[in-house]
């Protein structure tokens, strides 16, 4: 089976089975499909050259469980997926917020759940919307650059 060609424009990696778009202090994490090891591999490979590039500060990710429909091999991934949390938070991660829809199979939160099981320095979220992720992250210190934005914000301090 052939893999997904990565298309990166700028800082944004996407493939067949996952999206990596670092904003502002923010990483946001699409997951599509179903899931092998060699999937996982390939994500984490590309998630910590993202990071390593990006973020030098602390930062906060988002991963968006909407469009994914199952991880195979689960132990091996939930193993994966709590390493590169952790390895996460050495490089700077505060933060990590899953979103699951409300019609996602219920094994898909059963499985980030034992990843988020372990005690961690950083604050954890599992959310239902992008929305309700955005906003605890806000709640956390870390805001989404408003894409309208030139990046001035004298006006917004009272004028």
Known sequence: MLN???????????TEFFSILPEHNIVTVDLFGTWNE????????DFKRIV?????????CIINL?????????SFQLETFKALNAWSYIKGMKA?????SHGNRSHLLYQFEEIFKVNHPYATAVC???????????????????????????HAIGE
């Open 96 to 100: 990590i917020s899953v979103v699951v």
């Open 128 to 154: 239902h919307s992008e929305l309700e992720s955005t906003n605890w992250l806000a709640g956390h210190g870390f805001k989404q650059r408003d894409k309208f934005s030139t990046g001035n914000y004298r």
């Open 52 to 60: 390593h590039r990006y973020f030098t500060q602390e930062w906060a």
């Open 4 to 14: 997904a060609v990565s298309s990166q424009n700028s800082k944004h990696v996407k």
């Open 66 to 74: 909407q469009h994914l429909d199952m991880l195979l091999s689960e």
């Open 38 to 45: 060699e999937q996982t591999l390939d994500y984490v490979a």
